[in-house]
Structure formats: structure tokens, C-alpha cells
């Protein structure tokens, strides 16, 4: 495709549990995943090569996640000098939420519009984690980032995407208008569901 598009998701070293705060910039990161429109590569960055990931978001890529405005951007600021806010997001969370009026699970909108369920949750990221098990960590992270991109590609192709209702788990439909532009494009783009 070529476009200057992020797909990101992270992990994080502790719970709000174990910080005993709400604050997501006292969490840490493990890893953060991304899927990169530009090369059409998954890449993963440990808390060390986070300056890698920086340098990559100096070109301002769309950002698409789910929760990253109140929770994976939040996580990051501590790490890096440029200014998050400044980069364009698409937080598919956020989007559901104006929406619907109320949250949604990553888990409730992949199984509903792709026929499948996440690997695992955020818990045992943080166990693979304190076991030195970069190799799980990572490929949980990066199966994440691969829903979530899926969710992004589905909704632009078929302009609408599913989640599961709260009381009896029935799928119900989201129209969406989301679009994969030109890279020159992409980040004066609208993104917005109706």
C-alpha cells in the first residue's frame, strides 16, 4: 500500500494494580507492536529501541489502535521527546464509543466482524513478561496489532464493522467511513463513524 499508517498496540510492565495509580505513563512498556503501512511489515520495539519507534513517528503516520488515545499514546509519552498529540490518530475504541454511547471489547469487535478471538489479554502479557518470555510477549502483542489492522481494513473496505451486544452478545452493526488514502493524503484525512 505505501501509506504513512501505523497500526499500533503495547504491553505494559505493570497493572494500575501494581502502580496503585490511574495514571497509564506509570504502567511502562515491554514491547510495542505496530504493523507498518509503508513497508507492509510487522515490527516489534522493546522498551531499548523505543528511540527507533520515535524516529519512525517523526513522519507523522496515521496511528490506528484501539484505546491508544487513553491508554497505549498515554503509556508512551514518558519514552519518547516529540509531542504525541501532534500525530494523527484513528483509536477505533474512541470511535465506537461517540457511536454506541458506551465501550466495546477488541475481543467483542473481533470475533463479531472477523470470525475470530484474541490470543489472550493484557494480564498475561505482563506474565510472559516477568517470565522472560519475549518470544510469547511478542507474538501476543503482534496478534493484536494483526485484529486490529484487520478491524481497520475491514471497516474501510465494507464501510461498516460489528461488535457484540452487551446484554445477549448478538452482532450488531457499526457503519463506519474510514478510508486507506494516498500517502500525501492520509493525514489531513477525516476519520468518523456514523
Known amino acids: ?23 497509564p505513563e506509570s504502567l511502562g512498556v515491554t514491547v ?24 519512525r513517528l517523526t513522519s507523522k503516520p496515521l496511528l490506528v489502535g484501539f484505546n491508544i488515545e487513553r ?20 483509536d477505533i475504541l474512541s470511535e465506537v464509543t461517540k457511536a454506541l454511547g458506551h465501550r ?22 505482563i506474565k510472559y513478561y516477568e517470565a522472560g518470555e519475549w518470544d510469547k510477549l511478542e507474538k501476543y502483542c503482534l496478534d493484536d496489532v494483526r485484529i486490529t489492522k484487520e478491524i481497520f481494513e475491514y471497516g474501510a473496505r465494507h464501510k461498516e464493522i460489528f461488535y457484540l451486544t452487551k446484554f445477549d452478545q448478538a452482532k450488531a452493526r457499526l457503519p463506519v467511513q474510514w478510508e486507506i488514502e494516498a500517502p500525501s493524503l492520509v493525514n489531513e484525512t477525516q476519520f468518523k463513524l456514523f
Not at 4 to 16: Q, Y
Not at 71 to 90: A, E, G, H
Open 1 to 23: 500500500m505505501g501509506q504513512n499508517i501505523l497500526v499500533l498496540d503495547l504491553e505494559t510492565k505493570r497493572t494500575f494494580d501494581d502502580t496503585g495509580s490511574r495514571s
Open 32 to 55: 510495542v507492536g505496530v504493523f507498518d503501512y509503508l513497508d507492509m511489515q510487522y515490527k516489534v520495539f522493546r522498551e531499548e529501541d523505543l528511540g527507533r519507534l520515535e524516529e
Open 71 to 90: 491508554f497505549d499514546l498515554p503509556v508512551l509519552r514518558p519514552y519518547f521527546k516529540i509531542r504525541l498529540s501532534d500525530i494523527p490518530v484513528l
Open 104 to 125: 466495546v471489547s477488541l475481543n467483542s469487535v473481533a470475533k463479531a466482524t472477523l470470525g475470530e478471538t484474541k490470543s489472550g489479554n493484557g494480564l498475561d502479557a
